[in-house]
Nanobody, 126 residues
């Protein structure tokens, strides 16, 4: 059974940093593109960023560009989301997602990803 398990969430003050991890099992992680999404209370799930299977193509939502960095270590079957200069509006549950067949042109639509983690809460206090 495919599993994606996020970790690294928590409570941080505005301006602080967190690094989220997404550990994958029972899938060929190196052949999957990865996306990160987030969902705040009362809001729809929104795209945060994307990295292709090789780790050399990345896209970010405008709201996080310059502050968040996506990376991956295929040898460890793990993806990462480094979040710097956090703001209260970054507060949300963060999810990683993976898919074998997602193309760059479909990267920001959550419905295009087959595999999802359970989410990790990130809370940024002002």
């Amino acid at each position: 059974q495919v599993q994606l398990v996020e970790s690294g969430g928590g409570l941080v003050q505005a301006g602080g940093s967190l690094r989220l991890s997404c550990a994958a099992s029972e899938l060929t992680f190196s052949r999957c593109a990865m996306g990160w999404f987030r969902q705040a209370p009362g809001k729809e799930r929104e795209f945060v960023g994307f990295v292709n299977r090789y780790g050399n193509i990345r896209y970010y939502a405008d709201s996080v560009k310059g502050r968040f960095t996506i990376s991956r270590d295929n040898g460890k079957n793990t993806g990462y989301l480094q979040m710097n200069s956090l703001k209260p509006e970054d507060t949300a549950v963060y999810y990683c997602a993976a898919d074998y067949n997602i193309g760059i042109d479909r990267r920001s639509d959550a419905k295009n990803y087959v595999y999802w983690g359970q989410g990790t809460q990130v809370t940024v206090s002002s």
